[in-house]
Structures are given as structure tokens and as C-alpha cells.
């Protein structure tokens, strides 16, 4: 059991972008596709899992005296370092011969999000600015791996989209951070000496605002329209809307936000408005619904 929980198998809910270029190029239907998708998504799940691994080795003595990572398998001595670097050299190179075993574009992109996510663990996690922009592109590149192994267009706006919530969701954690640390910060990772609440606020408010306008102007897009055979995506703008909002409450109110994939897994708000979105958005897409507007 630890050493499953040391590749931080909750953490697997990040790598559910890559089936966001399936969905919305209409192709969920295709047996052939999804298979594709998913095993692009167990490609991702084995390298990040790797560079978790790698990663707690790194902050071994750091994480020893964190008051929750302290808790983690490798850090609490329930795995030992050798054996997980044992494992992260085993499973990074089944992943990566997955995607190339999809095509060599796939496997380009994975090798790229494994070099930069195993750069932000072992140095640039500690520059500021930095390392939220790290974290973006993460996402950026499990949509685009996603629509390289089905051979589809990536559309601009998601990923616009996604670069602007993975943004948000990071700089989120950032706060969770500074409040939750306190003092003892800086001592856990030395971007947050950079880092004040004002600071953060600020991003996280516009970036609030970005999302929810750029997700906006994607749903009236007549191009969007024509690529996912519906102008009614306008009609999840509420959700997204209640769920940045449900987040941002969560994260000032809760102290809440330090691990984005831990609301997604607890809090039934949350879980409540992605199951309305995915539902609503997969129902007006496949069945072509079509609205009169002005």
C-alpha cells in the first residue's frame, strides 16, 4: 500500500486533459480513439508517478519536517529512496515507450513535460513566476499529447482555456502555502519568500476573470460552433462560472486550494458541477443541439 501511495495515484486526475481533445473533436463515440486516449493517459499517469518519486527524493529532508508531506511514503521511511528511484527508472520508460508506440509526436510531447517537470523538481520549482508557469504548461502539454494521439486539430481557445486555469489553480496552491506554512514558508520551498498574499490575490483574481472570459468567447466562437457541432456550449457558462467562484470560496474561507486534485476528490460541490458540465457539455455536443439566438 505505500508503495502505491508513493506514486501518488490521486494525482492521476491532472492527466484526465488529455482526453479534453477527444471529447471536443467529437470522437468520444470511437472505440479505436478512446483506447488511444487511454493509453496516452496511462503514458502520462507512469512518468508523473516517476517524477513524484524522483521528486521526494529530492526534498527528502525538507518533507521530513512539513507538517503534511511528512506524512508521505518515502519521507515517513515506509519506502526507501533507493527503491523508489528503483521504480521511477522502471516505470518513466514503460510511459515513454507507450506514447512513442502512439506516434512519434506523442512521445516527443511526454518527453518534453518529463525533462521540464524533472527540471521543476530538482531546481526551477524554487523561482518565482517560474514555477506556476511550469505547472500551466504541464497542462498545456497533456491537451496537445491528447490530440496527437488521435491525429486531431487543437483548437486555440482550449488552450487558452486550460493555460489560464491551470494558472489560477497554481497560484491557488501558492496561497494555500503562504497561510497554511506561515512563517516556516520560505524553509519549504524558497519561492514563497517571493510571494505575498496581496501578491497572489491579485493574480488569482484576474486570472479568475480570464477563464471564465476566455471559456466565454470560446463557447460563441462560430468556429467552435462548426468544430463541435453545437452553439450551445454558451449554455455550461454558468457552471464554469459556479465552479471558479465554489473554488474561490473553498480556497479564502476553507483554507482550502493546496492540492487542486484533493477538492476535486473531497468536496461535493465541486464534484457536483463537473458531473453537470461533463454531462451537459458531452449531451449538447453529440447530439448536435442547435439554438436560436438573436
Request: net charge positive; with cysteine.
Amino acid at each position: 500500500m505505500s508503495s502505491l501511495r508513493a506514486l501518488r495515484p490521486q494525482q492521476w486526475v491532472k492527466n484526465t486533459f488529455v482526453f479534453a481533445a477527444l471529447v471536443f473533436s467529437r470522437n468520444l463515440m470511437h472505440p479505436d480513439l478512446l483506447l488511444r486516449t487511454c493509453i496516452t493517459f496511462a503514458a502520462f499517469c507512469a512518468v508523473a508517478s516517476a517524477i513524484y518519486l524522483i521528486n521526494d527524493v529530492a526534498d527528502f529532508e525538507r518533507d521530513r519536517v512539513h507538517p503534511e508531506k511528512r506524512l508521505r511514503p518515502i519521507a515517513a521511511g515506509e519506502v526507501s529512496r533507493r527503491a523508489a528511484l528503483f521504480a521511477a527508472a522502471v516505470i518513466a520508460p514503460l510511459g515513454l515507450t507507450l506514447a512513442f508506440w502512439l506516434n512519434t509526436a506523442t512521445g516527443a510531447v511526454l518527453t518534453t513535460y518529463a525533462v521540464l517537470n524533472l527540471a521543476y523538481s530538482l531546481r526551477l520549482k524554487h523561482y518565482v513566476l517560474l514555477d506556476v508557469f511550469i505547472i500551466a504548461f504541464g497542462f498545456l502539454l497533456r491537451v496537445t499529447a491528447g490530440a496527437f494521439a488521435i491525429d486531431v486539430d487543437i483548437s486555440v481557445w482550449l488552450l487558452v482555456c486550460t493555460f489560464f486555469i491551470a494558472l489560477f489553480l497554481g497560484l491557488c496552491k501558492r496561497r494555500n502555502e503562504l497561510v497554511s506554512l506561515g512563517d516556516d514558508a520560505v524553509s519549504h520551498r524558497g519561492a514563497l519568500v517571493h510571494y505575498n498574499l496581496q501578491f497572489v490575490d491579485k493574480m488569482v483574481s484576474a486570472l479568475a476573470s480570464m477563464t471564465v472570459m476566455s471559456y466565454a468567447l470560446y463557447t460563441i466562437d462560430t468556429r467552435t460552433a462548426e468544430k463541435v457541432g453545437t452553439n450551445a456550449l454558451v449554455l455550461t457558462l454558468p457552471l464554469v462560472l459556479f465552479g471558479i467562484f465554489r473554488y474561490l470560496h473553498l480556497v479564502h474561507l476553507h483554507q482550502k486550494g493546496g492540492s487542486p486534485t484533493d477538492v476535486v476528490l473531497t468536496d461535493r460541490g465541486m464534484q457536483v458541477v463537473l458531473a453537470l458540465y461533463l454531462t451537459i457539455a458531452v449531451t449538447l455536443i453529440y447530439f448536435n443541439v442547435h439554438l436560436r439566438f438573436a
